[in-house]
């Protein structure tokens, strides 16, 4: 008979490595957002802003939500409480049985900062009343004092921020001197453009009357003569819905910054009111697309460099921030090999609810509304409404790479056709210049899916050689084998600029987000026959890799692996800049 002791331990390291897995993925998803999923360090907050006497406050029942930093152990676990370290387990696994047990947990101590928690002892009945799904739990309360409130929501970029402000305001007092301002920014370092124009005006109020004036007069004459008219100039202008993410001060200073640079460019003195209403025009014709015409006009399309690598992640459409690739562009020619492919990502969209943004181009208006065109749209709605996806359809007049490109930053991937002539007596037929130039430029990444090919990818292979858009193909891969079920390989093609030291790189990578079970192999040069090889000995029939290595320029004369890999590789390709 099982000793139940025994069991229950088992079950409880069990609990402990699905905690491990969601904490990977939420790092991952965490880098994906551009935040952080870290816990906040106690002595760097109350160092940052400024913390006072601390008071206890005896026993409480505190919200687990607003728990977000640890005194000591803040490297140990994510910000939702969740292990970091597998060396973990046996602690977490003790505290999770006695929990089991109704042994019961004793309170844990905390500093409350604000409106939040950091734990002075109890991390892992933390992590394991977290992991459990309670909403309290009972602590032992001591609360710090500071001059800038803390909330629960406060990523730690957003704790420097504050802590500059603090600085700020302990050296001006305006929070007392005016209690109704609020002067955030999130440019944390730019509070010296405002105490140097406190300075300034404090010292241009001196120069009429002869004599000093105390500090505290100057900050609040300041903030009445000088900041709050600007203020006011710039709500009745309307200038900040064109910057939703910043706040009033970052577009004062952004203003100020703007004004010393067109008075220095002008050599005259240009007024606040004619530099925001110079922002707004600016920041209007950038929206609505006209910058940038000029370059575009007198670049050819074959040399136009795109985005830069990494780029795509900063600017995801936000529509679905719980994954990577919610919504696919896929272009359609019409062609019959289309509808295969589209039936392929149907299938991946099938997985999470994904949307399709389908996309024709025609080259005038009067082939938008023709016969041929209505029935590609009306096929479109009807294999998405088939398989219960939902499907946008849109017909664009215009040059396709230019208005595929265009169009790819509200999608998260642009889905591409290729014709499949492998083994065929002239397999560059399969790519056209058009594809070169959309995988040079396209701000997204690219999947390319062979005609025929079938869209199964579990058996995954990373082509890596530490460029910079071999590191986005890394982060790619480790995401997907964080999401979904499947088989890793990773290949290193050691060249002159490539070593082996790269494979270890990704192979660490892997390990900080718990994946060791990928497989990692190093070949000789040429890449891309190694590559193709490698994918023939572990059937892999997805592969991730970077875009082309080279400017366009350099790319004309030298080739790319990637035009080689795309002629030969049966099956779908992600390429990733």
């Given at each position: 008979?099982?000793n ?13 490595k699905?905690?491990?897995?969601k ?11 551009g935040q952080s999923?870290d ?6 907050v109350?160092?940052h802003l400024k913390a006072a006497?601390a008071v206890k ?5 505190i ?6 930093g640890?005194v000591g152990r803040?490297k140990?676990?994510t910000r939702d409480f969740l292990?970091k370290?597998?060396?973990?387990v046996e ?6 049985t006695a929990?089991?047990?109704?042994t ?7 500093y409350k900062?604000?409106e939040?928690?950091?734990v002075i ?6 992590s394991v009343?977290?992991d459990?799904?309670?909403k ?7 609360e ?6 803390l909330l629960p929501d406060?990523?730690p970029?957003?704790i420097i ?14 929070n007392?001197?005016r209690?109704?301002a609020?002067?955030y920014?999130?440019f944390c370092g730019?509070?010296r453009v405002l105490?140097?124009?406190?300075e300034a005006?404090k010292?241009q109020?001196e ?12 900050v609040?004459r300041w ?5 709050l008219?600007?203020m ?6 309307g200038?900040?819905r064109?910057f ?6 970052d577009?004062y200073?952004?203003l ?6 067109l008075?220095?460019a002008?050599?005259w003195?240009i ?14 014709k950038?929206?609505r697309?006209?910058g940038?015409?000029?370059w575009q006009?007198i670049?050819p ?13 900063q600017?995801q459409t936000?529509r679905?921030?719980d994954?990577?690739?919610a919504?696919y562009l896929v272009a359609?020619s019409?062609?019959?090999?289309n ?6 990502v149907?299938r991946l969209?099938q997985?999470e609810?994904?949307r399709?943004?389908?996309l024709?181009?025609v ?7 023709s ?5 590609i749209e009306e ?7 088939d398989a219960?996806?939902?499907g946008?359809?849109?017909v664009e007049?215009?040059a396709?790479?230019?208005t595929i ?9 642009v ?6 002539r ?6 560059s037929t ?7 130039q959309l995988?040079q430029r396209c701000?997204?990444p ?6 025929g ?5 579990d058996?995954?292979l ?5 460029s910079p858009?071999?590191?986005?193909a890394l982060?790619?891969?480790t995401y997907?084998k964080?999401?979904?079920p499947?088989e890793?390989?990773?290949v ?6 490539t070593?082996p030291?790269?494979?270890g790189r990704?192979r660490?990578?892997l390990?900080?987000?718990?994946i060791t ?8 040069k040429?890449?891309a ?5 490698t994918?023939?000995?572990y059937q892999?029939n997805f592969?991730i890799m970077?875009?082309?290595g ?5 790319h004309?004369?030298?080739g790319?692996t990637?035009d080689?890999?795309l002629?030969?590789f049966?099956?779908p390709?992600?390429?990733?800049r």
């Amino acid at each position: 008979m099982l000793n139940p002791d025994r069991l229950r331990h088992e079950a409880a390291i069990n609990d402990f490595k699905r905690a491990r897995k969601k904490a990977a993925f939420q790092q991952m998803m965490a880098r994906l957002r551009g935040q952080s999923a870290d816990l906040l360090a106690y002595e760097d907050v109350c160092r940052h802003l400024k913390a006072a006497d601390a008071v206890k406050q005896g026993v409480q029942e505190i919200p687990l939500a607003a728990i977000v930093g640890s005194v000591g152990r803040y490297k140990d676990f994510t910000r939702d409480f969740l292990p970091k370290h597998d060396s973990d387990v046996e602690r977490w696994a003790r505290v999770r049985t006695a929990v089991m047990d109704m042994t019961g947990m004793p309170p844990i101590d905390v500093y409350k900062v604000g409106e939040v928690y950091f734990v002075i002892d109890g991390n892992h009945r933390v992590s394991v009343a977290r992991d459990l799904g309670a909403k309290t739990i009972t602590a032992y309360v001591t609360e710090v004092k500071t001059r800038v409130p803390l909330l629960p929501d406060d990523d730690p970029d957003e704790i420097i921020c504050k802590a500059r402000y603090a600085e700020f305001l302990e050296q001006t007092n305006l929070n007392e001197l005016r209690p109704q301002a609020d002067l955030y920014m999130t440019f944390c370092g730019h509070y010296r453009v405002l105490l140097a124009q406190i300075e300034a005006h404090k010292e241009q109020c001196e120069t009429p009357v002869g004599h000093p004036i105390p500090y505290a007069e100057a900050v609040g004459r300041w903030y009445d003569d000088v900041y709050l008219p600007v203020m006011r100039m710039m709500r009745a202008q309307g200038i900040l819905r064109y910057f939703p993410e910043r706040t009033e001060t970052d577009l004062y200073v952004l203003l100020s910054e703007r004004q010393e640079q067109l008075e220095e460019a002008l050599g005259w003195e240009i007024g606040l009111d004619i530099t925001a209403s110079a922002l707004a025009t600016a920041e209007q014709k950038r929206v609505r697309g006209l910058g940038g015409r000029l370059w575009q006009a007198i670049t050819p399309p074959e040399l136009a460099d795109g985005p830069e690598p990494g780029q795509w992640r900063q600017f995801q459409t936000g529509r679905q921030m719980d994954r990577l690739f919610a919504d696919y562009l896929v272009a359609l020619s019409g062609r019959e090999e289309n509808w295969p492919m589209l039936a392929q990502v149907i299938r991946l969209a099938q997985r999470e609810s994904d949307r399709l943004l389908g996309l024709h181009v025609v080259p005038d208006q009067a082939k938008a509304s023709s016969k041929r065109v209505r029935a590609i749209e009306e096929r479109f709605h009807q294999m998405c409404a088939d398989a219960g996806v939902v499907g946008e359809f849109a017909v664009e007049v215009g040059a396709v790479v230019e208005t595929i490109t265009s169009r790819a930053v509200w999608a998260d991937v642009v889905v591409l056709g290729l014709e499949n002539r492998v083994g065929a007596a002239r397999p560059s037929t399969r790519l056209g210049n058009r594809t070169m130039q959309l995988i040079q430029r396209c701000p997204r990444p690219i999947l390319a899916i062979p005609t025929g090919a079938d869209c199964a990818l579990d058996r995954v292979l990373l082509a890596y050689d530490g460029s910079p858009k071999a590191d986005e193909a890394l982060f790619v891969a480790t995401y997907l084998k964080l999401r979904w079920p499947s088989e890793l390989v990773v290949v290193t093609v050691e060249t002159e600029l490539t070593t082996p030291a790269e494979l270890g790189r990704a192979r660490e990578y892997l390990a900080d987000y718990g994946i060791t079970d990928a497989t990692f192999i190093l070949r000789q040069k040429p890449i891309a026959k190694a590559v193709l090889d490698t994918a023939v000995t572990y059937q892999s029939n997805f592969l991730i890799m970077g875009g082309f290595g080279f400017r366009p320029v350099k790319h004309l004369v030298l080739g790319s692996t990637v035009d080689d890999v795309l002629r030969h590789f049966p099956h779908p390709i992600l390429i990733c800049r």
